[in-house]
């Protein structure tokens, strides 16, 4: 089960990003989990909430964001949905793609009991903090 280890890497990230808000009680913590990134949603709550038990994060829940996986054609540009990692072009019919999203997981907010923080540090927003390569 390899929803315990992003689970733990994604507190790791929350517990850095609290440091500026000492004392601060957390409602949520917001994830956009791409649909081919091999996660199971019911099983990162799971893990989320077993991880939180008994700690200053208890009593938070996990909000996760599902997105589609698209993908933009190497021959001829198109844009296109993925569909059960399919890569062929509907335009052209050539399976040369590079995909566009759908492979992520991504820390994309903390809701705290009264405040939202958008903002999170460099290390938290880009694209690779949580990628399953540097968590699996």
């Known amino acids: 089960m390899h929803e315990m280890s992003l689970v733990e890497g994604l507190l790791q990230a929350v517990r850095g990003e609290l440091r500026a808000y000492p004392g601060a009680h ?18 990162l709550e799971f893990c989320y909430d077993a991880s939180v038990h008994g700690t200053p994060l208890a009593g938070s829940h996990l909000e996760i964001q599902t997105v589609a996986a698209t993908a933009r ?20 019919h050539s399976t040369g793609a590079r995909l566009l ?9 903390i809701e705290l009991e009264n405040t939202r923080i958008d903002k999170l540090s460099a290390a938290c927003s880009r694209n690779d903090t949580l990628s399953l390569s540097g968590l699996t």
């Open 26 to 43: 957390v409602r949520a913590v917001q994830v956009r989990l791409g649909k081919l990134c091999q996660v199971e949603p019911a099983i």
């Open 73 to 92: 054609c190497d021959a001829c540009g198109t844009q296109f949905p993925v569909k059960e990692h399919w890569f062929e072009c509907p335009h052209c």
């Open 101 to 109: 999203t759908g492979d992520e997981m991504l820390l994309t907010g």
